[in-house]
């Protein structure tokens, strides 16, 4: 198995854009700035990034801000998903050519493949890139359903550059699963900050959050309080960061982007047909402002 160590926090990134929706990779660096002293690394492209909204050559500019920005100290991962698998393909050596240390996939969305077609999916492509780390990513909420773990078992055995995978099912069952079935150095990274505690002290490596945009340093420490066995201070932690989170779930990118203009910092509209209206009412961006300034 490639050898890259995924353990810490990964903020999902939003993609900041100027105000005609055109992409902004300064923005794209000066958020990497913003977050890079409480993080191990970035998600560039990622669901809280709206992937599907951004071309090709979009999600090669990003990723490339976010290499510059990170430079040697933090680890990009880059997400190449799509549902056609020579997309996929492609999207992937744009990553690797842009200098990412690894590749985020999620499972193809809308047409449910079969898992025989998801083993060829995934098959694929680490073939193509062998010496690129390849993440699965797990969203059966986006997704509709989730890559059996059998599936799981079998692209590691054969394809020694899939090293890890995020798991944003929630289902603590589903992913102690997994750590019990896979060999100990396939690494599993959360998700969904309202299980970051109890998937650690499972054995997770980390977390890509996508409230790691806005408050990466309560989850830092979290960590860290796991790490030392201080379980009081973790759990504390734990639930003052996950009130935040509870937001961040019902919003999705478009809350981060809120809370991120909460705490001053503005990096753009959402492209169409996102748009605020309507997805966190006044009554929940006063509880967002309150929890972020618990």
Request: net charge negative; with cysteine.
């Amino acid at each position: 198995m490639l050898k890259l160590d995924l353990s810490g926090i990964f903020p999902a990134l939003i993609t900041p854009y100027l105000a005609d929706e055109s992409l902004d990779p300064a923005g794209m660096r000066r958020l990497v700035r913003l977050l890079a002293p409480d993080v191990q690394g970035f998600v560039v492209n990622g669901t809280t990034g709206d992937f599907p909204l951004l071309t090709r050559e979009e999600r090669r500019r990003a990723i490339a801000a976010v290499v510059a920005e990170a430079g040697e100290t933090h680890r990009v991962i880059a997400g190449t998903g799509a549902i056609a698998t020579h997309e996929v393909l492609d999207l992937t050596r744009d990553a690797q050519a842009a200098g990412a240390d690894a590749a985020l996939i999620v499972a193809p969305y809308y047409l449910r493949p079969s898992p025989a077609g998801l083993y060829r999916h995934y098959a694929d492509i680490a073939a193509a890139v062998p010496d690129l780390p390849i993440l699965l990513y797990n969203f059966p909420q986006l997704v509709g359903q989730p890559i059996p773990v059998q599936v799981i078992q079998d692209l590691q055995a054969a394809h020694p550059n899939i090293v890890g995978m995020k798991d944003t099912s929630g289902d603590i069952g589903y992913m102690l699963e997994v750590l019990e079935k896979l060999p100990a150095d396939f690494q599993v990274l959360a998700g969904r900050g309202t299980v970051f505690l109890p998937a650690l002290a499972a054995g997770a490596a980390g977390a890509i959050l996508a409230c790691g945009n806005l408050i990466p340093g309560w989850w830092q420490a979290v960590r860290q309080a796991i790490l030392a066995g201080d379980w009081e201070a973790a759990r504390a932690g734990q639930y003052r960061a996950q009130q935040v989170t509870r937001y961040v779930g019902r919003g999705g990118s478009l809350a981060v982007r809120a809370g991120l203009r909460l705490l001053g910092h503005d990096f753009g509209p959402a492209r169409r047909p996102l748009t605020p209206e309507g997805v966190l009412s006044e009554a929940e961006l006063a509880g967002l402002r309150e929890a972020l300034s618990a």
